[in-house]
């Protein structure tokens, strides 16, 4: 499903914001951008998402800048400076001349280094900020899944419309191949014994009688409606009901004798491919 998400995070390190954006997609496609120094959270980043979705294209994307002014502070390493003074002055004294230039002091190696970012600290506050976005990116989702499940419902009820409209049908197109049939008996002057002409009469019945499929059609109608319902991702399932509700919609269609059943499993593939359709967007 299509959604959006972001965060914006301040620390005395600087800025960082997160941005979540997806788009319909059958299976999961996870698309992460970090800068240089966070690539080891790329693996955790795309834990943490399959943990909460199964299907979309995402993409994570991860905005960070370093507060310049924390940047360049110096640390000043006092031991090493206490020793170096020490020495010098010792040497000054045994030599009787010369000065302490403390600048030459201070740029000794490891007397001043800039002062490093604790990135454990800054990595923690990163990915409780990660959490915040994909709670409000799961809560778009969810919006948008609402939509769609009152978009399939609708179809539903006009799947279950037509089913009842071809079962009203049977009885009617049930006599009228019966009648269809001793009438090209009769034209063709052919005389059948009463039980043999009852075994063909049942024996074409059971060629167009779809009653069975009408029934596993309102069976999968039902179960359908109760997957919608349930509090979990129930993409998947419903991929396979569609898959059902079809294959019995096609087993229909070849049985019809009759124009109106024929308009009617029509009518019932296309409402099944709209569903199939939206479902494939859904978690």
Request: proline content about 1%; some cysteine; overall charge negative.
């Amino acid at each position: 499903m299509t959604a959006y998400a972001s965060c914006n995070i301040k620390g005395v390190w600087g800025n960082a914001a997160w941005e979540l954006r997806s788009v319909n997609q059958r299976y999961l496609e996870t698309y992460i951008r970090l800068p240089e120094e966070f690539r080891s959270l790329e693996t955790v980043i795309r834990a943490r998402i399959r943990k909460r979705m199964t299907r979309g294209k995402i993409e994570c994307n991860l905005r960070f800048d370093l507060d310049s002014s924390e940047q360049s502070a110096m640390i000043l390493n006092k031991n090493i400076a206490k020793k170096l003074v020490e020495a010098a002055s010792w040497v000054k004294i045994q030599s009787k001349e010369g000065e302490i230039n403390l600048i030459d002091v201070l740029r000794w190696p490891g007397v001043m280094c800039a002062a490093e970012q604790d990135l454990d600290t800054i990595n923690g506050e990163l990915m409780k900020a990660l959490d915040s976005a994909l709670d409000d990116f799961i809560i778009a989702r969810e919006r948008e899944g609402v939509e769609l499940k009152a978009l399939i419902e609708e179809r539903l009820h006009a799947v279950s419309d037509e089913v009842l409209k071809v079962r009203a049908q049977m009885p009617n197109i049930l006599q009228w191949q019966r009648e269809r049939l001793i009438s090209k008996l009769e034209e063709a002057q052919v005389q059948l014994e009463d039980t043999r002409l009852e075994q063909e009469l049942v024996l074409t019945a059971q060629r167009i009688d779809v009653a069975e499929e009408l029934d596993r059609l309102e069976a999968h109608l039902k179960e359908t409606f109760n997957i919608l319902n349930k509090k979990e991702a129930v993409g998947r399932r419903l991929d396979f009901m569609m898959q059902e509700l079809h294959r019995e919609s096609n087993t229909l269609a070849s049985k019809s004798i009759n124009s109106d059943v024929t308009l009617s499993a029509i009518e019932l593939k296309v409402l099944i491919e709209q569903m199939r359709e939206q479902i494939q967007n859904i978690e």
